[in-house]
């Protein structure tokens, strides 16, 4: 049509395409701090100094509100983090349990030193979490991790416990991802 505005009709085209797409809007993912609490005291940790806070119930249930109204409407990603977020595990638990009574759908990604893992708490970070990955920190080999590391009860959280921990995650079939911290004084060990 020899009349026809092709810039006019690009823009109903694009308009018109738009309108009938409807992107879904709203977060897709959450990092969630429910303690600054930890039972390793790392020698690079900038939360050194820190009052340990724990969330309390009330902004638990406010950060599950909070979740249901700003979310995207389909799956959405949780992101635990801390302090040591497993020291927090009551709180993460009343966050999911509420997110499931309202049908909200999400998978989970726990940031760990992992030693406070058990097989319990694994199977109900699974079940009630929708664990599907983990981020565990090393730093480097025995010697240099349990420096660094410096655990509050070196008896009971130590090298062996974490390797044990990414064991069970493997075998539950989790996604689990080492963050390798490393400085000159532990850079060799590592190659």
Not at 163 to 169: N, Q, S
Request: glycine letters at 6%; a negative charge.
């Amino acid at each position: 049509v020899k009349d026809t505005d092709d810039y006019k009709l690009y823009e109903l085209a694009v308009s018109v395409l738009k309108n009938m797409s409807r992107e879904e809007k709203g977060t897709k993912a959450y990092t969630i701090l429910s303690t600054t609490g930890c039972n390793a005291r790392c020698a690079y940790c900038y939360e050194e100094g820190m009052p340990v806070q724990t969330m309390s119930e009330e902004t638990a249930d406010c950060v599950a509100d909070f979740i249901e109204k700003t979310r995207w409407q389909n799956m959405i990603k949780l992101i635990w983090f801390g302090g040591e977020p497993l020291a927090g595990s009551r709180i993460i638990s009343r966050i999911c349990n509420r997110l499931n009574e309202k049908n909200v759908p999400f998978r989970s990604k726990l940031v760990t030193n992992a030693t406070l893992l058990t097989p319990k708490l694994l199977d109900e970070a699974v079940e009630l979490w929708h664990l599907d990955s983990a981020q565990v920190s090393v730093d480097g080999k025995r010697e240099d991790y349990e420096a660094r590391k410096r655990y509050v009860d070196p008896s009971a959280h130590h090298y062996d416990a974490m390797i044990h921990a990414v064991g069970i995650m493997l075998e539950r079939g989790l996604k689990v991802t080492l963050r390798c911290n490393y400085d000159g004084d532990n850079q060799e060990g590592l190659t």
